[in-house]
């Protein structure tokens, strides 16, 4: 009777889908590159808004002078935390390329240079 309850409690917790919001990790200015990451637990789904994900990684690259940021590859996943053979935390990172030059950047170089 207890494989019972906790194979149905695996499969409700499962079926969870938790929307993160990924935060800023390892970026590069000079490479033009945004990473942002968050963290899963075991029998977790996690769901990231696109558009926010993306709204980030561009006001960082805004900030280096870039204009836009762009998806690079796939996201990259990672075992933080591991018991035996089991991940108890994934770690995902998301990167993103840094593209085209705005004022700014011609601004800020300017301005130190006097």
């Given at each position: 009777m207890k494989t019972v309850y906790l194979l149905l409690?695996?499969?409700?917790?499962?079926?969870?889908?938790?929307?993160?919001?990924?935060q800023?990790?390892?970026?590069?200015?000079?490479?033009?590159?945004?990473?942002?990451?968050?963290?899963?637990?075991?029998?977790q789904r996690a769901k990231v808004d696109t558009?926010?994900?993306q709204s980030a990684a561009s006001h960082q690259?805004?900030?280096?002078?870039?204009?836009?940021a762009f998806p690079y590859g796939e996201p990259v996943r990672t075992c933080?935390?591991?018991?035996?053979?089991?991940?108890?935390?994934?770690?995902?990172?998301?990167?993103?390329?840094?593209r085209g030059l705005g004022m700014e950047k011609y601004l800020r170089d300017e301005i130190t240079v006097q």
């Open positions: 409690v695996a499969a409700l917790l499962s079926g969870c889908t938790i929307n993160k919001t990924p800023p990790v390892k970026s590069s200015e000079v490479a033009g590159v945004v990473r942002l990451g968050f963290d899963i637990a075991p029998l558009w926010v994900a690259c805004q900030q280096w002078g870039y204009t836009s933080s935390l591991t018991s035996g053979a089991l991940c108890l935390n994934q770690t995902v990172t998301l990167e993103y390329q840094c």
